[in-house]
């Protein structure tokens, strides 16, 4: 790829972008949502956490995890518990990385 088609391509992304996104900031006033939808749309961050998430902590290589001396479970769940002790997200982050770092650079899991 050229350098004249990397600018091209970025130039491209960058337009989808700012007109996909746009939407939502062009209208003067609040556009009308169902009550419904708002209330879903509430939710829809945490789904979307959730669905990258738990695959990525239960399964290797598109099979369920065999073995509990996975430091991903233990991360998760110290994470868990931090989150449901101090209701922090970058506690939370910190927590399960330094479980899983710590599993993993000690026990070799």
Same mark, same amino acid.
């Given at each position: 790829?050229?350098?004249? /088609? @990397? !600018?091209?391509?970025?130039?491209? *992304? ?6 996909? %996104?746009? $939407? ?11 009550e419904w939808l708002r209330e879903a749309l509430r939710h829809a961050p945490l789904a979307a956490l959730v669905?990258?998430?738990?695959? /990525? @902590? !239960?399964?290797?290589?598109?099979? *369920? ?6 430091? %991903?479970? $233990? ?35």
């Amino acid at each position: 790829m050229s350098a004249w /088609e @990397t !600018v091209v391509a970025l130039v491209g *992304l960058a337009a989808i972008t700012v007109l996909t %996104r746009g $939407f939502f900031l062009l209208p003067e006033r609040e556009v009308p949502i169902p009550e419904w939808l708002r209330e879903a749309l509430r939710h829809a961050p945490l789904a979307a956490l959730v669905a990258v998430v738990v695959p /990525e @902590t !239960v399964m290797t290589q598109g099979h *369920l995890i065999h073995d509990w001396r996975d430091a %991903r479970l $233990f991360a998760a769940a110290a994470g868990a518990l931090w989150f449901w002790w101090r209701r922090g997200i970058l506690g939370t982050i910190v927590c399960g990385t330094v479980v899983l770092l710590a599993l993993r650079l000690t026990l070799g899991w």
